[in-house]
């Protein structure tokens, strides 16, 4: 079988926007480094509606924001400040911790915003950690055209380009769009591999994709994606963790009392702030949404 599992999507419901969560799940963790898979919109947002999600922690991930349509404004405890667009990708990796906040810019808020995006987090691998935090935002994709497909190469290597993000693990990640009678082989060297359906419809090896659910495919096997009236896919993936990984809220880390520190730092005040975006924070949550079956 090409398709080993199929993740159907969490659908948290924001007010302004849904948002679909496929990792993690009690059915699976991880895909190669991806442990957290989110996709949200497309949403157009009211007059005076905005995204505004407040300064909050990480540690021991990297995190991938990949837009479709909209613009995100970044702001970090480093000092970083970039607005998102599509067809820029924002990794921010959080290391030892980092802090965050992402909101629609000034400009955007007079009209009705639009969303629609990815937004992923990647595990740092064993001995990397606890590395030092650092943020990049690159628009230098490597984009690969066939006869009615377009694929932008997001992180690692895939059809023969490869993307210039850094990547902490062995990573593949890209967007996929498929015209009508479009087709693209998907790579097989990748420990892990899944798809996601975002817009429009497609297949791989013959099987219908399921909107907005992640399709797991079988290690090793050459696949085709095809569409037959055009659609927009995610390919992610990469390189198998053979250490667990534990999720909880905003931190994810191979140990859990390392969590537990975390959870006490960020009570306590002893993260950083973040550089014109003080005043506000999430507070942490008794039972937070995001975490790993254990």
Same mark, same amino acid.
């Given at each position: 079988?090409?398709?080993?599992? $199929? ?11 849904? !948002? ?45 924001? &990949? ?9 970090? =405890? ?58 990049? =935002? ?59 359906? !975002? ?22 096997? @050459?696949?085709?994606?095809? =569409? ?10 990469? $390189? ?6 534990? !999720?909880? &809220?905003?931190? !994810?880390?191979?140990?859990?009392? +390392? ?10 005040? +002893?993260?950083?702030? @973040? ?5 506000? &924070? ?13």
């Amino acid at each position: 079988m090409s398709i080993i599992q $199929e993740i159907t999507p969490v659908t948290h419901d924001l007010g302004a926007f849904q !948002v679909r969560r496929v990792l993690p799940s009690p059915k699976r963790t991880m895909v190669g480094p991806f442990i957290f898979v989110d996709q949200f919109g497309p949403s157009q947002l009211k007059l005076g509606e905005a995204m505004d999600v407040r300064p909050h922690p990480h540690i021991n991930l990297a995190t991938v924001t &990949w837009l479709f349509e909209g613009a995100i404004d970044h702001r970090d =405890s480093l000092g970083s400040f970039a607005t998102i667009r599509p067809g820029q990708v924002n990794l921010m990796t959080a290391g030892r911790g980092i802090v965050h906040s992402e909101r629609s810019p000034q400009e955007e808020r007079p009209k009705p915003p639009r969303l629609y995006g990815m937004q992923t987090w990647l595990a740092l691998p064993d001995g990397m950690e606890e590395i030092d935090p650092a943020f990049e =935002s690159r628009q230098d994709l490597p984009q690969v055209e066939d006869t009615c497909a377009t694929a932008r190469v997001i992180m690692g290597s895939l059809w023969g380009a490869k993307a210039p993000t850094t990547c902490h693990a062995e990573t593949i990640y890209a967007e996929i769009m498929l015209a009508a009678g479009g087709s693209i082989p998907i790579d097989a060297e990748a420990d892990e591999r899944a798809v996601m359906l !975002v817009g429009g419809e497609a297949k791989i090896g013959g099987q219908d994709l399921p909107l907005y659910t992640l399709v797991v495919l079988a290690p090793g096997e @050459v696949m085709t994606l095809t =569409s037959d009236k055009g659609g927009r896919v995610m390919l992610l993936g990469g $390189e198998a963790f053979t250490t667990k990984r534990h !999720v909880w &809220w905003n931190f !994810v880390s191979s140990r859990r009392d +390392r969590i537990e520190q975390a959870k006490a730092d960020w009570t306590e005040g +002893r993260f950083p702030k @973040v550089p014109g975006d003080e005043i506000e &924070w999430i507070p942490i949550p008794e039972r937070p949404l995001t975490r790993s079956a254990e």
